[in-house]
């Protein structure tokens, strides 16, 4: 692999999370190196395990290359004349809103502009949303509701200088972890900052915690309105700010009092009254408060109102616009802002306008001279795959998600998928749940391969740049859109050739009749305006600027409403009552159990880029379900089993955890698993479709479930060169090592003759080595070919097999040594080996569980700093820190030295 210029570093922006981090890009004997960019403000330097590992998903194996009509390979022209075709005919025989676009927050904004321009203003409907809906869409509401645009008021620097920092439902160490490591950082410098974090589960961001509230899954808006009932008795309020320059106090107010003193919000929360007050008397004493929000509030039924719940409080304290405070709404997606700004959310316009004003619209559809400008809303993304499910909608165009794994209700969303008359797919990668769906493949170029700009949770916009020539035929999505729309028959309003000339027009309409000021009458947050007259070289050498930046603000903005002055016709925020509502569908004696789902550490949604890498798969290599211990025991689920979960909606496998992480009446499962990678194991099967009355996003925290334990006929292991095809398997989750595939499997089915099966499965003309005990079950093969491991098979009846480490290691290797053999089939190492290091916890390094565990016994190491001294573990990336530091409070006092 070459870079396209291997002279300098080159500097792009992450493509995973909403942090934004900067890395810098060069080439050398060794290959391609990539590190943090020092000068990036985003990160300074740091990275975190996934972007450390961003080179390792380079290769093409696995990607898109080519278009595909049906399968077949065609040329882009065709493809393209195929899409185009497909979309007019259905528009002119039903009309535009029997299309639609469902698009994502991980393309560039560029990309995104076009889109959104295509959809609502040449084909004529709103039809066009993204999976921002299930992300940002709630955050979005609040934030306008509030005041009175969609714009995020801090910057990073607040968090590091806010003396108490509130973290809610966010697992702030896994999911944005450099800023997580940067909070961490200050803390450790300042130790009387406090960090307190509101999660039903104890997180590894508890790692830093004060104080934990283990609340009551969806309590939030009970205990943000029992904090402003507080503040209020206890005269912590800032009135004077609140009189002028904040309105809905008092009803706000009204419907906070509503909720109770301390015992009773302790009560509906189910926390201790005493961490309760803790919390309260925290909040009220200090000035300096950031308060960070994602999934735990935003995936929700009432989503939106709890939002404003944690506004109000900034609100009426007058908490916002100053240096280390404000409510902080962080984002997920590495352009989740960017979609934002173009308008790509069904219920929005363009460029922070909506449909809501007639004026608006008039405005876009001059600015584009748009011939068909569309005049409502369109359908929001659940709402949207119910209208593909019932042929309302006949053809979509997928850009950059993967909806078939990631809507709730995932089976109906396949099914609507299989039976829509035309379903064009855009992706870089070949096999997706979902490009299994699609008639028409258009191949993306992906990160690394395009040039374009996001925008980070801070509101700053980064460049992404081109490092690598495309994977085979791959071309920009913006490109894909632009010749789509241009054989529709818009030619002139999409002759786009590069990305540069798109972001000025995307400058020029958030700048267009808004006044830069607009405290003078200007109405829209978003304006990039000062950005409209960049050169392409200035482009190309774009330094990230956080919006707005426009003449009355040339080098960007820091920190927005800092005067006290919000986007609302009076200038004035707005508090909104709340009353606060539990989940909206509960718990029952069918289905006894609330499925909480989310992100674990090194993997990254579906898997598409985070699966290929063996590094960042070693952390977690299964579908899981957490239990806490008396839940386990009751629904009689053993640690290390397999556990199959039903909702109303679908159903799953997974391999249990026991753990008091968890909160008893509550169980956890990772929303990354898909049948990519696994079967049986996608957890958004089992989601109900159930979504915020305002923001349309899904209620994804919290479905009614019920968990059996599953007791296939087998059990099994294969670690293999390839990966294969194994029949007859009711579970199986694949990932990828260091030289091989690793499997994990079970099955229902006993087939007639072990050998048969297994020599089926890897059906190489190898020598075949094979145990078996018929008495207890047990099945053990292994191929070699010339001395080399290709595949070893482990089977038993249950789950009682060896630990994989040591075989896994002998893939590493050209020829097994006699006592490797030896001890192949009965998985014993040689005498001095290292054998068993457990479970990958550091993921730079590989170093596993039980070798840190032992490290610290034996030579009696006591902190972080010491165990990554010995063994290096920890000192890279820092994302295994807390993980670390839970292996010494469980070792403490053990040491042996
Ligand atoms: N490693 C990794 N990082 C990622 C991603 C990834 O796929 N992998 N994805 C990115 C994206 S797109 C997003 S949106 C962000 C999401 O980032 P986060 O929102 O931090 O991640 P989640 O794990 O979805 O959920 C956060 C927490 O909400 C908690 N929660 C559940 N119910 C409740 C509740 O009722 N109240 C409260 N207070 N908490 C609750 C969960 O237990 C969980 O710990 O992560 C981004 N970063
Ligand atoms: N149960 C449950 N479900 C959830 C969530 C949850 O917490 N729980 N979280 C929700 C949230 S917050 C989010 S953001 C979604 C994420 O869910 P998805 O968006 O469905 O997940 P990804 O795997 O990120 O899908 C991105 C796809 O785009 C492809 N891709 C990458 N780069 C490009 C590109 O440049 N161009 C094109 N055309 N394709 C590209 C990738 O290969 C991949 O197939 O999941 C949501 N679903
Ligand atoms: S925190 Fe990690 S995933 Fe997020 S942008 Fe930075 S390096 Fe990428
Ligand atoms: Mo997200």
Request: glycine share 8%.
């Amino acid at each position: 692999m070459q870079l396209l210029d291997s002279s300098q570093p080159l500097r792009s922006t992450c493509p995973y999370c909403g942090v934004g981090c900067g890395v810098a890009v060069n080439q050398d004997a060794a290959g391609i190196q990539l590190v943090g960019d020092p000068w990036h403000p985003a990160n300074f330097g740091r990275l975190c395990s996934k972007g450390s590992a961003l080179a390792e998903t380079l290769e093409h194996d696995g990607r898109l290359l080519h278009p595909l009509v049906d399968g077949q390979r065609t040329s882009w022209d065709e493809a393209l004349e195929r899409v185009a075709d497909g979309f007019s005919q259905i528009v002119a025989a039903y009309g535009p809103d029997a299309v639609a676009f469902y698009v994502s927050g991980q393309i560039l904004t560029e990309d995104y502009y076009v889109a959104n321009k295509l959809m609502k203003g040449f084909i004529g409907s709103a039809n066009i949303d993204t999976n921002s809906r299930l992300c940002m869409s709630t955050a979005v509401a609040a934030h306008k509701r509030a005041f009175g645009a969609d714009a995020v008021p801090v910057c990073y620097e607040d968090i590091e200088q806010a003396d108490l920092v509130v973290i809610v439902g966010s697992n702030y160490a896994w999911a944005h972890p450099v800023l997580y490591q940067r909070l961490a950082a200050a803390k450790k410098s300042r130790p009387d900052m406090q960090v307190v974090v509101v999660d039903p589960r104890r997180t590894a961001t508890c790692d830093i915690a004060d104080l934990h509230l283990a609340i009551a899954p969806g309590a939030d808006a009970y205990l943000f309105n029992g904090l402003l009932h507080h503040l209020r008795r206890e005269d912590a309020l800032a009135l004077s700010y609140v009189e002028q320059h904040v309105e809905g106090f008092a009803t706000a107010f009204e419907a906070a009092r509503a909720v109770g003193s301390i015992p009773k919000v302790a009560q509906v929360c189910g926390v201790p009254e005493s961490q309760v007050g803790e919390f309260f008397r925290m909040f009220a004493r200090t000035e300096r408060t950031v308060t960070i929000f994602s999934q735990g509030i935003n995936q929700s039924s009432s989503g939106v109102d709890k939002a404003n719940a944690i506004i109000n409080v900034h609100l009426a304290t007058g908490r916002i616009g100053k240096p280390g405070m404000g409510p902080f709404s962080v984002t997920g997606q590495p352009n989740a802002m960017g979609g934002r700004e173009v308008g790509g959310l069904a219920n929005q316009l363009a460029a922070h306008m909506d449909f809501s004003d007639a004026e608006n619209i008039e405005l876009v559809k001059r600015f584009w001279n748009a011939p068909n400008i569309a005049r409502q809303p369109g359908l929001k993304a659940v709402d949207m795959f119910q209208a593909i499910g019932s042929g309302r909608i006949k053809a979509v165009w997928i850009i950059g998600t993967n909806p078939a794994v990631s809507l709730p209700d995932a089976d109906k969303v396949r099914a609507a998928l299989m039976a829509c008359e035309l379903v064009v797919v855009s992706d870089c990668v070949r096999h997706t749940d979902t490009t299994a769906c699609a008639d028409i493949l258009l191949p993306a170029a992906g990160w690394g391969e395009k040039d374009g700009t996001v925008t980070n949770s801070e509101r700053r916009i980064s460049r992404q740049r081109a490092l690598l020539p495309a994977a085979g035929e791959a071309r920009p999505d913006w490109w894909i859109i632009s010749q789509v729309a241009q054989r529709m028959g818009y030619a002139e309003a999409f002759d786009y050739t590069k990305p540069a000339q798109i972001f000025r027009e995307h400058a020029r309409l958030s700048g267009f009749e808004n006044v830069p000021d607009f405290r003078s009458g200007g109405q829209r947050a978003f304006d990039i305006g000062a950005l409209a007259a960049l050169s392409d070289a200035e482009y190309e050498a774009l330094q990230p600027v956080q919006w707005p930046v426009n003449s009355a603000s040339p080098q960007g903005t820091q920190r927005l409403f800092a005067d006290g002055q919000f986007y609302t016709p009076n200038g004035k925020a707005r508090m909104i009552a709340v009353a606060p509502r539990l989940p909206a569908v509960v718990t029952d004696s069918d289905f006894p159990l609330v499925l909480n789902t989310g992100r674990i550490r090194d993997q990254w949604h579906t898997m598409t880029r985070t699966g290929k890498v063996p590094r960042l798969s070693a952390h977690s290599y299964e579908p899981y379900v957490q239990v806490q211990a008396e839940d386990a025991q009751r629904y009689r689920l053993q640690d290390g089993g397999l556990a199959r979960l039903t909702s109303r909606h679908g159903s799953m496998l997974a391999r249990v955890q026991v753990s008091d992480d968890q909160r008893p009446g509550s169980v956890f499962v990772p929303m990354h698993w898909n049948d990519a990678f696994a079967k049986a194991a996608r957890v958004d099967a089992l989601v109900a479709p159930i979504t915020d009355p305002i923001s349309g996003q899904p209620e994804s925290k919290h479905t009614p479930v019920r968990v059996a334990p599953y007791r296939p006929a087998w059990q099994g292991f294969v670690l293999s060169r390839k990966r294969l095809e194994l029949p007859d398997t009711s579970y199986c989750a694949c990932s990828r090592g260091t030289g091989y595939w690793r499997h994990e499997i079970a099955g229902e089915m006993l087939p007639g003759e072990w050998r048969d099966w297994v020599q089926g499965a890897e059906n190489d003309a190898g020598e075949w080595i094979e145990y078996r005990d018929a008495a207890m079950g047990r099945y053990r093969a292994a191929c070699l070919q010339d001395g080399r491991l290709e595949a070893v098979f482990f089977l038993a009846p249950d789950q009682r097999l060896p630990e994989r480490e040591w075989l896994s290691s002998l893939f590493g290797q050209a020829i097994l040594q006699p006592a490797e053999l030896a001890g192949l089939l009965s998985a014993r190492p040689p005498l001095g080996a290292v054998s068993d290091t457990g479970r990958i916890v550091c993921a730079c390094f590989s170093v596993g569980a039980k070798t840190i565990a032992n490290a610290i016994q034996t030579q009696g190491l006591g902190s972080v700093e010491a165990v990554g001294a010995c063994l290096k573990a920890g000192t890279n990336c820092g994302s295994c820190v807390p993980e670390i530091r839970r292996i010494l409070e469980k070792h403490a006092g053990e040491q042996c030295a």
